[in-house]
């Protein structure tokens, strides 16, 4: 059923081969599991990095593949129709901290964390999220004070996936002080490891669904980072953050579609088999037309989503592009799935079949990265901000 509306090359159907017969001998017989325990499976990241999916859009000379966008998430759907967990971990790898360091690292920072990063020796996390500020995301509190060459940091970051596993955090904190507040241009981003003293671990979210990926809060506590670990320009942090979120939400919203595309193929294959009135149910047009519905919603969100991904690709700025790509797959996660639980009736409510996990997973693609009505923000921001 997962035709692509974009024909795809030569390459990236292997690519797309791979991913998906890695899923499903690796990851799938273990993911109900894993969902159930909230375990990530540590091993992962390295049979990952082996298949050089963890450095994906990293150029070859920093031991990446160097593909395109589009590949990239060609590959990050197939993970995530079998465990949207382990699709996030490799979004927010791919899309947020090894891009950021990428465009604004220095040579040295690149040798040091883009290059393991790549390889899958180092997983990456992004931390800008915290108790108090979420959509809101600029009114960030955590605090950067220079002392000597180093950066003293003390604050909560909140919401960190892959936080307990995240080797290298990109972090933002605000550089401005008290006395010269300068709203998002007083935020920088730093690259922070667990090794640094005053760096802990906190809270570990138990989740409705997404449960195999780990999400904490971070505590910084009169953290001392060296000089080199800040990113870019002093007071660019924020921007640097929300460039990479266009990123990043393409990365959801194929995570996104790969969950629904799971959904519709459990319910259209549920509905061959399940009898009731003595034939099967998908003889009924009720569940003809729920599948049609399904399946429209699923290929028109993977239509718009390559369609933003080839833009990218092309050089084209995307942040309007992105966010409806996000919307769109998200929202659409969330209706099939739900359309999916009806067509497995009461089966669809126990945890034997795969469609209730699906639709606690495809909730949280509507929250993070920016929830629906931020993304609607953007979306109309844009379309007045070239006028
Ligand atoms: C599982 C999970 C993983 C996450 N991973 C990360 C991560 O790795 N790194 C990271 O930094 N963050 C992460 N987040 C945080 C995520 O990005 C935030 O939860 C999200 O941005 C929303 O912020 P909030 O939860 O504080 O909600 P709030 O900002 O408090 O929003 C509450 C409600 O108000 C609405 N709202 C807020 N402002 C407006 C407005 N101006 N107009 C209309 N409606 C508005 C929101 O849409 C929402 O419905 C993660 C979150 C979850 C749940």
Known sequence: MSWALTPLTEEQREIQRVAREFAEREIAPHSAQWDRDQYFEPALVRQLGDLGFLGMMIPEVYDGLGLDTLTYLVALEEIATVDASVAVMLSVHNSLPTQMILKWGSDKQKECFLKPMAR???????????????????????????????????????????????????????????????????????????????????????KMGLRASP?????????????????????????????????????????????????????????????????????????QFRLADMATRVASSRALLHAAATAKDRGERITQFSSMAKLQASEAAMWVTTQAIQIFGGYGYVTDYPVERLFRDAKVTELYEGTSEIQRIVIAREMYSHT
């Open 215 to 287: 999400t904490v809060q971070l505590h910084f506590s009169d953290m001392r980072v060296p000089g080199d670990r800040l990113l870019g320009q002093i007071g660019s942090g924020f921007i640097y953050a929300m460039q990479s979120l266009d990123n990043g939400r393409l990365g959801i919203a194929a995570q996104a579609v790969g969950i629904a595309e799971a959904a519709l193929r459990a319910a259209a294959a549920y509905a061959a088999e399940r009898k009731q009135f003595g034939k099967p149910i998908k003889e009924f047009q009720a569940i």
């Open 120 to 206: 899958g020796e180092l997983l990456g996390a992004f931390a800008l999220s915290e108790p108090e500020a979420g959509s809101d995301a600029a009114a960030l509190r955590t605090q950067a004070v220079r002392d000597g060459n180093d950066w003293i940091l003390n604050g909560t970051k909140a919401w960190v996936s892959s936080g307990t596993k995240g080797e290298v955090i990109l972090a933002m904190a605000r550089t401005d002080t008290p006395d010269d507040r300068r709203g998002a241009r007083g935020i920088s981003a730093f690259i922070v490891t667990p090794d640094l003293p005053g760096f802990s671990v906190g809270k570990k979210e138990d």
